[in-house]
């Protein structure tokens, strides 16, 4: 229905189905037909989804800054409808006053004073994830995605939530799996005709519905452990810790809803919860299991990352806690990490509805517009990353920034990423640990990843290396 003065290009789609059809395959064949489709129709382009349903998948440079940097265009599309009934309207699916309301009073808990706090968190699960890996030592195969997301929730629930849930020792999480369930179905769905209709006769209605019961029933878990644990500690007295003392996430929310009036209810509390556990953990998972597959792949990168973590220990036993200072000396390992979420940006797509008609170029788009943009795909264009394909660290070195939108794995504006420091700290404290520990070496047999846009993005047969012991001196 492009009433525009031109049509935005697309491929053709089929009565009733839209161009679901090319979708109705494994969802590790949608990154590359989103690629051919950017490659023959441009970088702004119509996808229909089914009967009711198209968007616009956004590579350009100028309408992906037009979009990120808008105060207005806030508002999450329908691709995002499958985790409805998981996260509520927690921050990452709020929008209006709701959003920014929670925006603001969740901020301060993300504060680099805490962030500090934090990192004894990343420490000290970061040296049991260094225990668990050695276990694998000398097996020629081993998936690590598994192994890094047991690790990344025991830090969200340790940093932010103040509960263990020791998911290391157990060695295995129903949360996890349950959540790797819910992010593969919001992507079926969105890629299904008649999502909205027929969905409560699939298989994935009933999937969907037992791991909700799982993933809800661990949160109330977490946020009962840490009320019980206050009240029994008396650790609410941030008013006797000095009134400037920054309190960690769900303390924060907790204490909130003590306060007359404004206060968070249960349903509310929970919601932000649901919403942090998974993108405080899933997201880092990710990320963490793509820089060892790059290292393991990369053995010079990897010597490179290595020297540095060995002039910077100097003194130090390989296992010994690191600082902020520390953290902040590791100016290689930084760019390993900006080139591992360039090449596998951890949230490769993101949504947006357009608030107004809006007049681009030559085209018309209409007020309610879904709008897609395309991270995986702006960020391995040749024309700003040349030689795309390749894990080159050092193309970061002397990257200006004059480009800002090419890369923007943590998104931008006022709807980016509010764990980004989070996350990078978690990232470096842990993979400076692996590289002091291990020599990260190629899966035998090869191991070529199978990337699938699963919510986050995944590997769809495992991110699978090999590791032996490091010998220093
Ligand atoms: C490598 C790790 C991470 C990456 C690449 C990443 C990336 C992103 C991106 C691209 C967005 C925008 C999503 C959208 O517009 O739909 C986002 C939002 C968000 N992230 Fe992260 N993230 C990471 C880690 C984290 C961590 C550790 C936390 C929490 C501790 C977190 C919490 C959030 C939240 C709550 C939002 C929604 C913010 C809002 O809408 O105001 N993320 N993240």
Known sequence: ?????????????????????????????????????????????????????NLILITDYKLTEYVLTSTKILQKSFIYDGMNNWLGTGLLLSSGAKWKSRRKMITPSFHFSILNEFIKVFNSVGQKFIGKLEEEVGKPSVDVYPIVSLGTLDIICEAAMGT??????????????SVKAMCKIVVERVFTPFHKFLYPLTPNYYTEKKALKVLHSYTDKVIDERIRSKSSKGISKSKEDGAKKKVAFLDLLLESTTLEGKGLTRAELREEVDTFMF?????????????????????????????????????????????????????????VIKETLRLYPTVPIIGRV???????????LYKGQALALFIYGIQRKSKHFPNPEKFIPERFENYDGAEPFCYVPFSAGPRNCIGQKFAVMEMKTTLSKVLRNFELCPADPEHVLQLAPETTLVSTIGVRISLKKRQWN
């Open 1 to 53: 229905d492009d009433r525009g003065p031109k049509a935005v290009p697309g491929p053709k789609p089929v009565i009733l189905f839209g161009n679901v059809l090319d979708f109705l395959t494994s969802t590790s064949k949608f990154l590359s037909k989103l690629v051919e489709y950017v490659d023959t129709y441009g970088d702004i382009l119509r996808i229909h989804l089914g009967l009711s349903n």
């Open 279 to 335: 993108e405080g953990h899933d997201t880092t998972a990710s990320a963490i299991s793509f820089a060892l597959y790059s290292l393991a792949n990369n053995p010079k990168v990897q010597q490179t990352a290595f020297e540095e973590q060995k002039m910077l220990s100097a003194g130090n036993p390989p296992n010994g806690t690191l600082t902020a200072s520390d953290l902040h000396e590791m100016k290689y390992l930084d760019l």
């Open 354 to 364: 357009l608030n107004e008609d809006l007049e681009w170029e030559n085209y018309k």
């Open 164 to 177: 263990s849930v020791n998911a290391l020792d157990h060695g295995d999480s129903e949360y996890v799996k």
